[in-house]
């Protein structure tokens, strides 16, 4: 079996969900109860910390990602911390 950088997704909790679930429109009002609802598909997600490193290489800003939103990632970002980034919320 050949490794690439996205190998992990094949293991993604999130593969059967409807991807729009993961790019809410607001982090408030009816928003905030889907990203609650995105943030609790990738807190039982086994790959995590691996699309978490993927959005934060690759500069992803919209969307739920390793469970964080967009202005998580960006903390993290600016931070510059090794551990941090490898923290997940």
């Not at 059967?16 to 807190?43: H, N, R, T, W, Y």
Request: net charge positive; proline share 4%; aromatic share 6%.
């Amino acid at each position: 079996m050949e490794l690439t950088a996205t190998s992990w997704l094949a293991r993604a909790a999130c593969q059967d969900e409807d991807p729009e679930l993961f790019f809410p429109i607001s982090d408030m009002g009816p928003g905030a109860q889907q990203v609650a609802k995105a943030k609790a598909v990738c807190a039982r997600c086994p790959v995590r910390a691996e699309c978490l490193s993927y959005a934060l290489d690759n500069g992803l800003g919209n969307g739920i990602f390793g469970g964080t939103t967009e202005l998580e990632r960006r903390k993290l970002v600016r931070t510059g911390s090794a551990a941090a980034r490898h923290r997940v919320a």
